[in-house]
């Protein structure tokens, strides 16, 4: 595993190029950022919408769409579950009609914090994972920043099409990644990449040619060095593009969640967040406005807000994008398969 240390190039951007980046506002100027982090009573019990139809099994007949849908319209799905730590996880969605995203995310019972491996070269992975990036050697055996384990959920069938995702990627990472003092706290990365295009190994694509702007959100720039090589069912290698002005950490503050876009060959290839452990044991709730891109290069409709939260009465963590927005007529790019 340790050719993957040759392979990452995130580690070239250091704090300096980052606290230097064009335009970086301090914490307090986070614009249309949105960010609430409370104890869980206080927030879900106001926030929580209408009851759905056709409810599966008893145990997760309390799981509600954070946005009310109409009554007996909207279906809730699971896709497949994996295991995290000593817990479990699994992909889900809200679809309304059955034309129309409400909600897609991930569920994580509680007690995927525990158990979960910290050193690549002398742990196991969690089964049905593996560490895709592992930079332990004979000479350092030490875990390191970049250190990643992963593993891929499918998504419930109903809402592939939709969503033009199949596959999610769920990535652990116990030392966090580059940049340092950025983003080098222990956490989950949730990638929720397009069928097509699906990224590449040629790390010259990872930055040319540019990703149109068209495809991103005003402010999100393709960071420098940010390519990973990447091999999973789900996901190739890509790059990250991300808004340091909404982002705290690059200003000094504190990291605890994110929004991305990843990219390959001058497309936007799908979404990514961040979620770190920090929040996680808070039991807190993160909340995000994401402004749209004019374009998307993988699908017609995309997600206006992100929430991470810990669901009580289930005792999981869920990662939700929702709020999904039609793109005007004529700007959803061509990636889409149908």
Request: proline share 8%.
């Amino acid at each position: 595993m340790q050719g993957w240390a040759t392979k990452m190039e995130w580690n070239r951007l250091t704090p300096m190029k980052i606290s230097r980046l064009p335009g970086t506002r301090p914490f307090l100027a986070l614009g249309a950022l949105a960010l609430t982090v409370a104890s869980a009573g206080s927030v879900l019990g106001g926030m929580i919408g209408a009851p759905v139809a056709a409810q599966p099994a008893a145990k997760t007949t309390s799981l509600q769409p954070i946005e009310g849908c109409q009554a007996g319209s909207c279906t809730l799905n699971f896709g497949s579950t994996a295991q995290m730590g000593n817990g479990t996880m699994k992909a889900y969605a809200f679809v309304q009609s059955g034309k129309q995203i409400k909600e897609i995310g991930v569920l994580m019972d509680a007690k995927v914090l525990e158990g979960l491996p910290q050193n690549c070269g002398s742990e196991k992975p969690t089964a049905g994972a593996k560490w895709l990036i592992c930079q332990a050697t004979d000479k350092n055996p030490k875990g390191q920043m970049n250190d990643t384990m992963v593993t891929t959920l499918a998504m419930p069938k109903n809402v592939v099409d939709l969503a033009n995702i199949d596959k999610l990627d769920i990535s652990w990472l116990p030392f966090g990644h580059a940049p340092e003092k950025v983003w080098d706290k222990p956490q989950f990365d949730v990638h929720f990449p397009f069928r097509n295009p699906t990224g590449g190994q040629d790390s010259n694509k990872f930055y040319a040619p540019q990703v149109p702007t068209s495809q991103l959100p005003s402010g999100y720039m393709v960071l420098p060095g940010s390519g990973f090589h990447w091999d999973t069912e789900a996901l190739q290698g890509h790059s990250h593009a991300a808004d340091p002005k909404q982002s705290p950490e690059f200003a000094g503050g504190p990291f605890l969640a994110n929004f991305l876009y990843i990219a390959y060959n001058g497309r936007a290839i799908g979404y990514e967040v961040y979620a770190s452990t920090q929040l996680l044991n808070s039991k807190g709730i993160y909340n995000r406005n994401l402004d749209l891109p004019e374009q998307s290069a993988g699908t017609k409709n995309v997600p206006s807000k992100l929430r991470i939260s810990y669901e009580p009465q289930l005792n999981a963590y869920r990662v939700s994008l929702y709020a999904y927005k039609a793109l005007p007529e004529g700007n959803q790019g061509t990636g889409h398969k149908h």
